[in-house]
């Protein structure tokens, strides 16, 4: 007897995005680093010292223009779109969850408005003004620190290249960057569904979910032994978790908690649910 296909959990999905996204960074590490060390070799020097003057300083407020044309120019707005098709394939496996634990329907109409917040948080972050405050921002001032201190060229082109291409010790900046924000942002998309699925159909518990790992935070060990969650507990379960673990977000309430969860980058879920009366 054929055996029947295992359906695909949240963390297939969110993997497959993952490692595509990730990917396409890696790829485009080293023609940024190339891009941005050819820009600033235009820089007016003097005995290879970078010069304060007005031709330098607008070199560098002139930035990120040149990594959102490279990022276009290599294709990565392409990738960010593909990317954001993972928000899609979290909705149907909302809907199929929730048609399996509840017996509930959940249509388009409900579920839109809040994939569409979720989209435009990380529009903003991937290449808005995320990624001008975590990317660019710290390219700049190394620049203008330059500029300002009379630093020399060869010096700023080996800081910026540490600072963008990847080693076996750390990821550069760009990657970083990418991997915390497509860890978060499905997860938190789910939550946030979670959330207002609870609410709308006045479900009473949460089913949390999710593997182990060696590292995994105190509440989240917690919350997964005692698997099923009543809404009324919530307020107290936050309270221990402050007291007794790790790593739980500043202001997580009851009313966030399906979102924050266990914390920064939590893998879990918090799938609402009807609690077995005894």
Known sequence: MAKKPQKRTLDDITKAAFDNLIGAVERIEPELARTLLDYIAQMDTQGGEILNNAYNTQLAELIEGQVAELLNRVGFVDDIVQYLTVFDEATDYLKAQQADMNRIKLDNAFLNPIKAASIEGVISDMAGLGLSQIVIKPVRDILTRAILGGGFLGDVQKELKGLILTDPQR????????????????????????????????????????????????????????????????????????????????????????????????????????????
Not at 211 to 219: A, K, M, N, T, V
Not at 265 to 270: F, L
């Open 171 to 278: 990821a550069g900046i760009l990657k970083k960057h990418y991997i915390q924000i497509s860890r978060d942002a499905v997860g938190q998309y789910v939550g946030r569904a979670n959330n207002a699925i609870q609410t709308k159909y006045k479900l009473d518990g949460y089913r949390y979910v999710g593997s182990l790992i060696e590292d995994s935070r105190p509440q989240c060990i917690r919350w997964h032994d005692k698997r099923e969650i009543a809404v009324t507990e919530l307020e107290a379960e936050i309270k221990w978790a402050e007291n007794n673990g790790s790593g739980l977000i500043p202001g997580t309430t009851p009313s966030n908690w399906p979102e924050l969860r266990g914390g920064y980058n939590c893998r879990h879920e918090a799938i609402p649910i009807r609690l077995k009366k005894d």
